[in-house]
Every structure is written in structure tokens, then in C-alpha cells.
């Protein structure tokens, strides 16, 4: 079966700790994406590839870093420089550009101990 | 202003009822517009897309469009309480590049 498969499920990171959230996918999609959601909102992107070997920023990529070295997978680093990052985190794919939508998978939930 | 707005809602309705769920833009390019589905805990999933002014139907939702108001709505006929969740407004920004997603409206359907 096809689908894009995030882990852990759920992850808890120490202060000043680096941790990374892993995402593959086996759609054969080009583009992949990195979205954060806080309660009660949506979501916000992170981090954006619609190619191997590039990758964009989104709208809050400070304390956050990526790599795009195989299509099939996408990992996100949360750095110590994120200060707030308890959040449920959201990987997405998408056939080539973001108007044919989206396919998601299924989070990654960070808590800070 | 936002570029996706959404009320957050609850917006509770009896079982059997029609859903009324509405969304507004900034974008007057934005070309692609979809609704995502998403309980308590998961992940979005995709329910419905449009790209053109007017209605489209697929079982109980139907969505529709209209770009010079700059407004998309979603309506769920029929409503069950397995329909229960919060949805999700997307609009595709930029150069087609990437979702911009609203907070989304959580809807109660009661018994």
C-alpha cells in the first residue's frame, strides 16, 4: 500500500536536545512538506522540497532544519534554537505542485520534558 | 487579515441537518481550494477539491466556490455524528507551491 509513514508516533525531548522526525513516502511524489500544529490551530509550514536536493523555507523555519537527499524521504531536525517546539508535527506529500492537494501522514507528536 | 479564515466555531447541528462550513481568502490568484477532515488527535484527510466557480457534489458534501467573493464553503447533508471533527479550509498560495491552511471550524453533530 502506498502512503507516507511518519516516526515516532510520539517523541519527547530534552532541553537542548537535537531530535529528528523522520517521513518517507512511497507515492513516488516529488514534493514534500513539513507542517506544525498547535492546539486549536492550524497548521503552519515549515519546511517545503519540490526536489531532491532543494528545499525551501516556510513561514516559521527558525530552530528547524531539513534534508532532501532521496525522494522518498524528507527528515526534520528540531534544533535547541527552537525554543517552543512541543507541538504535533505533520508530513505531507504531493504529486508534483500543491494543487493536485496534499496526502498526509499520520503526525509525530513532540513533547519538551 | 489572514489568507485563510475560517470561524472556529463549534458550530453544533442535529443529527440529519445540513453543515454549513465557510472560508474566505486573500488570494485573488488562488486557482486550487480544497477541505480536509481532521479528528481528534489524527491527521487531515482529504474530503473534498474544487478549482471552478459553482458547486460540486460527491455524496453528502458538496462544496462551493466563488472566486469574485473570494469565498469557498463545504456543505455536509445529512449530517451524522461520525461527522464530527474539526475541517479544514486550504488554499493553494504563491506559485502553486503550497497549501495555505486555516485554522480550521470544529462541528458538533448531536444526537
Known amino acids: 500500500d502506498g502512503g507516507i509513514t511518519q516516526s515516532p508516533k510520539y517523541l519527547f525531548r530534552k532541553e537542548g536536545q537535537n531530535v529528528t522526525l523522520s517521513c518517507e513516502q512511497n507515492?513516488?511524489?516529488?514534493?514534500m512538506y513539513w507542517y506544525r500544529q498547535d492546539p486549536g490551530q492550524g497548521l503552519r509550514l515549515i519546511y517545503y522540497?519540490?526536489?531532491?536536493?532543494?528545499?525551501q523555507k516556510g513561514d516559521i523555519a527558525e530552530g528547524y532544519s531539513v534534508s532532501r537527499e532521496k525522494k522518498e524521504s524528507f527528515p526534520l531536525t528540531v534544533t535547541s534554537a527552537q525554543k517552543n517546539p512541543t507541538a504535533f508535527y505533520l508530513c505531507?506529500?504531493?504529486?508534483?505542485?500543491?494543487?493536485?492537494?496534499?496526502?498526509f501522514g499520520s503526525g509525530t507528536r513532540l513533547t519538551v520534558v | 487579515q489572514k489568507e485563510v479564515e475560517q470561524n472556529s466555531g463549534p458550530l453544533s447541528v442535529p443529527e440529519g441537518a445540513i453543515a454549513s462550513l465557510n472560508c474566505t481568502y486573500s488570494?485573488?490568484?488562488?486557482?486550487?481550494f480544497f477541505w480536509y477532515r481532521q479528528y481528534s488527535g489524527k491527521s487531515p484527510e482529504l474530503i473534498m477539491f474544487?478549482?471552478?466557480?459553482g458547486d460540486k457534489e460527491d455524496g453528502r458534501f458538496t462544496a462551493q466556490l466563488n472566486k469574485a467573493s473570494q469565498y469557498v464553503s463545504l456543505l455536509i447533508r445529512d449530517s451524522q455524528p461520525s461527522d464530527s471533527a474539526t475541517y479544514l479550509c486550504?488554499?493553494?498560495?504563491?506559485?502553486?507551491?503550497?497549501?495555505?491552511f486555516g485554522t480550521g471550524t470544529r462541528l458538533q453533530v448531536t444526537l
Open positions: 522540497s519540490q526536489i531532491v536536493n532543494d528545499f
Open positions: 488570494d485573488r490568484g488562488s486557482q486550487s
Open positions: 507515492l513516488n511524489h516529488d514534493a
Open positions: 474544487i478549482y471552478s466557480n
Open positions: 505531507a506529500s504531493s504529486i508534483s505542485r500543491a494543487d493536485y492537494g496534499y496526502t
Open positions: 486550504a488554499v493553494v498560495t504563491g506559485t502553486a507551491s503550497k497549501l495555505t
